[in-house]
């Protein structure tokens, strides 16, 4: 055998056993999950609100909060993410504006997250007086999710074929129209697959709503942008750190654990789902 082969085989031996022990902690850390919340995962433990102090009763505050908290900050997030991606794709002048954004928006991206909620509490909490609310953790986890739509989304309108636009603009269609209905809609099955993704991230950061956000327990879904909310990240941040009956409220965190878990990878496959469906139809 020659180095070259032996090369060859000694990287694929190497790079089987790294996927093996990744699939390995991979199938620990869920088997653990699994095992610790299925016990106590029910219709009922979804759709009730907590009781006796957080050690009976379920999550659907939290839940619901996480959705209003992520619907929120998607609607709030995408918008802004797909205008300046079209801007820096498409305009990108002047060049130091572009420059100062690109700067800005790799600086979000590697941004811990705990930073996104001492900015959020300093700026929409105390700053602008929303105090902690609905809509201040949502602006929060807004801004955490611009840039990986951002990113994505550039990515998405860089890949659309340059001929495309040409033969747009040589129809006599304007770049406004060429962007809204030529890039936009080719482009249109990795923007969504990005966003939906951003999505189940949003869904699971605690560190941002900790000082923006999330109570410690309620019984009532919010009544308006002003009402703190639970959250599931938080609950099961709340219930393992400062939950004074540890023996009845870890299941309930390992069972929130696990219903988050679901909601993510839920979430996940249906970005798979429509992206295939959307480019299924494109095919026909």
């Not at 060429?178 to 966003?195: D, F, K, Q, W, Y």
């Not at 639970?230 to 409220?249: D, S, V």
Request: charged share 15%; glycine share 8%; with cysteine.
């Amino acid at each position: 055998m020659n180095a070259r082969k032996f090369k060859d085989k000694l990287g694929t031996s190497v790079a089987w056993i790294c996927s093996g022990i990744t699939i390995l902690f991979l199938l620990v850390f869920l088997g653990r999950i699994i095992y610790k919340g299925f016990s106590v995962l029910s219709w009922n433990f979804v759709f009730t609100g907590p009781r006796e102090a957080m050690t009976e009763g379920g999550i659907y505050p939290a839940l619901a909060g996480t959705f209003w908290l992520t619907a929120l900050a998607i609607l709030i997030a995408m918008p802004l993410g797909i205008l300046t991606a079209i801007y820096l794709t498409s305009y990108g002048k002047p060049r130091w504006l572009v420059r100062t954004v690109r700067i800005a928006i790799n600086t979000l991206a590697g941004t811990p997250s705990i930073i996104y909620g001492l900015f959020g509490m300093a700026i929409f909490v105390n700053l602008l007086g929303f105090d902690v609310s609905l809509i201040a953790g949502a602006l929060t986890l807004a801004i955490l999710a611009l840039p990986m739509i951002i990113n994505a989304t550039e990515e998405a309108l860089r890949t659309v074929p340059q001929d495309f636009r040409d033969a747009s603009l040589a129809l006599g269609a304007t770049p406004r129209q060429t962007i809204l209905r030529v890039m936009l809609p080719t482009a249109l099955p990795n923007i969504l697959t990005s966003t939906i993704i951003s999505i189940g991230r949003v869904a699971g950061e605690t560190a941002p709503i900790m000082f923006t956000a999330a109570t410690f327990f309620s019984r009532q879904l919010p009544k308006g942008l002003s009402d703190e909310v639970m959250a599931l990240p938080y609950h099961i941040y709340a219930l393992m750190t400062e939950g004074t009956h540890p023996a009845k409220q870890v299941p309930i965190a390992y069972g929130t654990a696990l219903v988050l878990l679901i909601l993510v990878i839920t979430i996940s496959a249906l970005a798979i789902y429509i992206r295939y469906n959307i480019r299924r139809k494109r095919q026909w």
